[in-house]
């Protein structure tokens, strides 16, 4: 339903007095104007009423506590100044966020244009012309030229009896609160992407280390194996054995110093520079951050407020449903409240002289009468579409919920892995030393020393793995859980429904 209130006021100088507005025409735009703003057509907004656990349903582990969780800045955990700073530097030169700040910019700037509707339009209009008749219609009629000179204004103003108007300020303003959760989101992915890309750089400088460690103690057995070899005390097949594992753990270095090099550009990406600018300050290996002890999750209730992927759904929704007014505005009539006032003058001379006034007011309607149900169809896809917008909201909902159980389940379980490959790696350390030692005896033979060599090659390279895992893993967590941005709950977070279908962890 939509009622416009047009006000035109173009100055039209032809008449020598002006029209009065007859009393009718004056009551009628009165009682329109009080009627203006006391009802919308089609529903009110009203947030979905959101069903969500009192706990999470991993398993309790003293390294998970429900306690709020540290949303603003989570990298500070890691206690690491340069990963710090990359993140603070991708806040202000990434070009994707700069994008994304862009549509935020867009939007608000419709959201203008839309509430400029509210107002009247007034336009200045001016016209000069000269025109002559033509002597050949009628035989010996003489040629008359005539000159017109027209100043005047167009004012419009849609009085919003049914709500049109304010309902597209509804979903314009929707959609820039939609735009701002995307810069959000944005925002949180990419501080997630940067300290994922710097952990890999830095795991990979780990894995590095420990196969260049295992290539010199496997260097020291070959070169032990070939001085045995000479003296008759090991066989030439040691040797060749000795080598290909020396040769096996050496090709393992390539990939790794690529993994750096791709690694440190895709840090330079994300920072807004070019290939190679962070190469200096990469070059020195410094530890895989280590998380903390204990990490704070809060609650599940705690995503709807901190999760811009879901808050942005919810703008998503409320936006769709003021179109449903819209479209439902055009079932009704549109009142124009029109005006006209000008000056017109043959003579430029006299366009300003007494008598070239022209004035004229009063109310106009438009009902579309017969549309051949497209305004119902419209209403039909908008009511379509709202409903496409719930549906997206809820899944977006359950897809947080199982990103958390997800990443607090891979942080939990990897952090068990690494503790069980420390103790593997001592093991193997050890049992490697020992083979060695026998070797030299001649008490046991050089297979075993092959075997022990791989086993601590193998499970030192897993225990870089898993540290790196570790604290990627929490960086998954904590993006998750909304991470990366001031929480601020704006009083139009959805309702909350708790269900008691699970238990919280606690300490």
Known sequence: MMIIYRLEAAHTMASKTPAKAPLAALLLIALLMALAGCASVGPSYEPPRTHVPDGWSAQPDPAIVPDPAQVRAWWTVFEDPLLTRYIEAAASQNLDLKAAWARVKQARAQLGVVTGDRYPLVDAVGEATRSQSSGNVEPGTPLVTTSRHTLGMDASWEIDLFGRVRRSIEAAAADLETSEED??????????????????LRTAQARLAATEG?????????????????????????????????ANSEAQVPPLRSIIRQSANSLALLLALHPGSLDEELREVTPIPVPPEQVAVGVPSDLLRQRPDIRRAERALAGETAR?????SELYPRFALLGVLGLDATDAAKIFASGSTFTSFGPTLRWNVFDAG??????????ARTEEALLQYEQTVLRALSEVENAMTAFVEERNRMEALQRS???SRRTLKLAVDLYKEGLRDF??????????????????????NIADNLVQLYRALGGGWSLEITGRTPEIVKVKDSPINEE
């Open 447 to 468: 297979q075993s020393v092959l075997d022990a060599q791989r086993t601590l090659f193998d499970v030192e390279n897993q225990l870089a793995v898993a540290r790196g």
């Open 183 to 200: 810069r959000l989101d944005v925002m949180t992915s990419l501080y997630a992407d940067v300290a994922r890309t710097y952990l890999l």
């Open 425 to 427: 790696v001592s093991a």
């Open 214 to 246: 295992n290539i010199d103690s496997q260097r020291q057995v070959l070169d032990l194996t070939r001085s045995r070899f000479r003296f008759g005390l090991a066989t030439d097949l040691d040797v060749a054995q000795a080598e290909d594992v020396l």
């Open 374 to 383: 497209r305004i119902r169809g419209q209403i039909r896809v908008a009511d």
């Open 324 to 328: 449903i007014g819209v479209a439902t």
